[in-house]
């Protein structure tokens, strides 16, 4: 990011943040001390991949909750 950008924070919560640059037409994406940036396309692609990844998962922790499957110690998984 060069100091004369004049970002606009589009998203913050807990250490992560998402940036876009209208002078560099870029996305700076920051998660704690590491900082992304990324073309409008390649923050689509990001974007996209993180949310099918989300639903994924959000899906999959549900379909165990119905199938009565628990985490165990040490992150074994027992029925």
């Known amino acids: ?15 992560c943040s998402v940036d876009y640059c ?13 900082t992304l940036n990324f073309n409008p396309e390649g923050f689509a ?6 949310g099918a990844a989300l639903a994924r998962f959000q899906g999959q922790r549900r379909r165990e909750a119905q ?3 628990q985490e165990g110690p040490g992150g074994g998984v027992f029925h």
Do not use: I
């Open 67 to 69: 199938e009565g499957v």
């Open 45 to 50: 692609v990001l974007a996209a991949t993180l």
């Open 1 to 15: 990011m060069k100091k004369t950008c004049r970002v606009q924070t589009l998203a913050s919560e807990s250490g």
């Open 22 to 34: 209208p002078g560099c037409d870029a996305f700076h994406v920051k998660v704690g001390f590491a």
